[in-house]
């Protein structure tokens, strides 16, 4: 079956703007996460959704960063304001109901000029 | 509080001799452990985890850890390297019922020499 995805897959834009990655996560399942891998680090945890609810939004860096997931499926992550120290690759994963297994997009890269 | 040590940034080998790559833990909680893998441009891949059944793990590829409670360590082993085996490898942690955010380790590049 399909997996995670993400769009875009690059993203390239100016310092100040408003930014929105999108990630489709598994069909059915409920839990939904983002990361966030700087260059030469391990991705590090932003969020976490269980159905349309964050549930941990504690690993959000600051307010510019805010993610919706207003039907329980897809997520969209924004980002406003944005500065050269956003750029990363950004992860999605989602995972069923009560399992600790993640399944990985393959990431959205974004590079702020 | 959880953690993840990686011990080393990056690990060469030559081609069909052992691999090696360590992690070490820290939880309050009792953890599940992972190891993934990533190839260049490519997404996180599953390679095994552990989540208390048995100690020694086997995964995918011909890589196995085992987790030694006592020395809070989830190395990751395979007896013989491929050149297929050349990504970057990273040790996560995470509770076993709550919140499952994973806790990543920085990453370990493993080159493999022909």
């Known amino acids: 079956g399909a997996g995670v995805s993400q769009t875009p897959s690059n993203k390239v834009t100016e310092k100040g703007k408003y930014v929105e990655l999108r990630c489709d996560p598994i069909s059915g399942h409920t839990a939904l996460y983002w990361y966030r891998q700087s260059l030469g680090q391990g991705p590090e945890f932003l969020i976490y959704f269980q159905g349309t609810g964050a549930a941990d939004d504690s690993g959000l860096p600051n307010d510019r960063f805010f993610a919706v997931r207003p039907e329980g499926s897809v997520s969209t992550l924004k980002i406003q304001r944005t500065e050269r120290g956003d750029s990363a690759v950004y992860l999605c994963?989602?995972?069923?109901?009560?399992?600790?297994?993640?399944?990985f997009g393959p990431g959205t890269r974004l590079t702020v000029l | 509080a959880q953690s993840v040590t990686q011990l080393d940034s990056h690990v060469s080998v030559s081609e069909g001799t052992p691999v090696l790559l360590r992690c070490n833990y820290s939880s309050s909680y009792s953890p599940s452990l992972f190891w993934y893998v990533q190839h260049p441009n490519k997404g996180l891949q599953l390679l095994l985890k552990?989540?208390?059944?048995?100690?020694l793990v086997k995964g995918i590829n011909g890589f196995e850890a085992e987790f030694k409670k006592s020395e809070t360590s989830f190395h990751l082993t395979k007896p013989s390297a491929h050149m297929s085996d050349a990504a970057e490898y990273f040790c996560v942690v995470t509770r076993t019922s709550g919140t499952y955010k994973y806790i990543f380790g920085t990453g370990t590049r493993l080159k493999v020499l022909a």
């Open positions: 994963a989602s995972s069923p109901a009560g399992s600790d297994e993640q399944f």
């Open positions: 552990y989540t208390s059944a048995a100690t």
